[in-house]
């Protein structure tokens, strides 16, 4: 996997575009390229600047500019019926006496979808999404439930999903991970915007994408990667490219962090006990899981 970094203003969308120009220049079907973005507003943008630029239909052209929420449900083949939806998290509240109104609908991005969960559903989806157990979790946290309780949630959820054959947005990337290696397409090119807030089930999403394309770039900004999901770093072990010139971040900044990026020394992010969960619920939140 090829990596790009640089801050905002610097080109780095652009630059992945001029990939896809090459890329067609030298043969390779629109098919056969994929532009993943974390956002549906990403992936939709870039969608549009690429069929503006390339002359593209962009439905019948470019099945794969979508985010990897849209790509896990295209290719595992679930519909709409089967996606959980408001009215099964309301029933799902009766059943268990737990305040679970203002969940997500099946036609939500999930970024909307995760800010909508209630406290305690979106501690469930954090350590699924981070790949860590619940109880780590939990007591990485404020939540004002208990053990008991928030196991209990955690237990009914999955029987109701398992019995009414329903599935939840982090599903969707549990199952793409399990049948990945199968039903993913062989790409020509592949490319990843806004890695850097990607989740580590994610990167495992990445990882196999990047076993799937004969090419594969990526980009992001190395100290969110390396602060705020150290998970992801196995996978930019070596930069590839840094594009310091920005027209938003101030020179000084710029010039740190590109000397830090040079070195490598970024520090680890450091655990602790009561700001993980807060942390990673205001990056998804800003930044969002789109499909």
Not at 71 to 96: C, I, N, P, V
Not at 216 to 245: C, D, E, H
């Amino acid at each position: 996997m090829f990596r790009i970094f640089g801050p905002p203003g610097t080109g780095k969308t652009t630059t992945l575009l001029d990939l896809v120009d090459k890329a067609l220049e030298n043969g390779a079907a629109p098919t056969e390229i994929a532009f993943l973005a974390f956002t549906r507003k990403a992936a939709t943008e870039a969608r549009e600047r690429a069929s503006q630029r390339f002359g593209l239909d962009p439905r019948r052209d470019l099945p794969y500019f979508r985010t990897l929420h849209s790509l896990a449900f295209r290719l595992t083949g679930l519909t709409t019926e089967q996606l959980m939806s408001g009215e099964h998290y309301k029933e799902l509240e009766k059943r268990t006496g737990f305040e679970l109104t203002g969940s997500s609908r099946a036609d939500e991005e999930a970024t909307t979808a995760i800010k909508k969960e209630a406290e305690i559903l979106r501690l469930i989806t954090l350590s699924r999404l981070k790949r860590t157990p619940l109880r780590v979790e939990y007591h990485g946290t404020r939540i004002k439930h208990t053990w008991t309780e928030v196991d209990y949630l955690a237990r009914a959820l999955e029987k109701y999903k398992k019995t009414n054959g329903l599935f939840d947005y982090t599903d969707m990337l549990e199952l793409f991970v399990q049948k990945g290696p199968q039903i993913c397409p062989h790409f020509e090119l592949c490319l990843l915007d806004e890695a850097q807030d990607l989740s580590p089930i994610q990167w495992e999403i990445a990882n196999i994408l990047d076993n799937k394309s004969e090419k594969m770039y990526s980009r992001a900004l190395r100290l969110s990667i390396s602060l705020i999901f150290p998970a992801g770093l196995k996978f930019w072990n070596r930069v590839t490219g840094f594009r310091p010139q920005s027209t938003r971040w101030p020179r000084t900044f710029l010039a740190v962090s590109a000397g830090a990026i040079r070195k490598n020394t970024f520090p680890e992010r450091k655990k602790v006990r009561c700001n993980a969960f807060s942390r990673w619920s205001s990056s998804i939140s800003a930044g969002g899981t789109g499909w």
